[in-house]
């Protein structure tokens, strides 16, 4: 399975451009492997991912709006998701990755 994470590269929202990048970031930091998917260049994979949210995580009006992260074809969850899960220390289990082994055991 391969972490996607749902970007649009033209997005006229600074909040939405910062969120991937601290997400983008976040995951180059710590070597998670990840493919990034820009939603304004590919109709099918936007589709592909607004069809693939959960409908309690879809707003009450429009579409969801990126980032957007999903493990293979498995919904992860949103910014706030994912930056609830920084906080928390759960981030490999946000993205259902194994736990990183220490080194020095």
Request: hydrophobic share 35%.
């Amino acid at each position: 399975m391969v972490i996607r994470v749902y970007i649009a590269s033209s997005s006229g929202s600074i909040a939405v451009k910062k969120h991937q990048q601290a997400i983008v970031g976040f995951l180059e930091a710590n070597r998670i492997s990840f493919e990034e998917v820009d939603i304004t260049m590919l109709e099918d994979q936007r589709l592909w991912m607004y069809k693939n949210i959960p409908e309690e995580k879809r707003p009450e009006k429009g579409n969801p709006l990126p980032p957007q992260i999903f493990n293979g074809d498995d919904y992860c969850g949103d910014y706030e998701d994912f930056f609830q899960s920084k906080e928390t220390n759960t981030v490999f289990s946000f993205l259902r990755l194994p736990p990183v082994k220490d080194s020095e055991s």
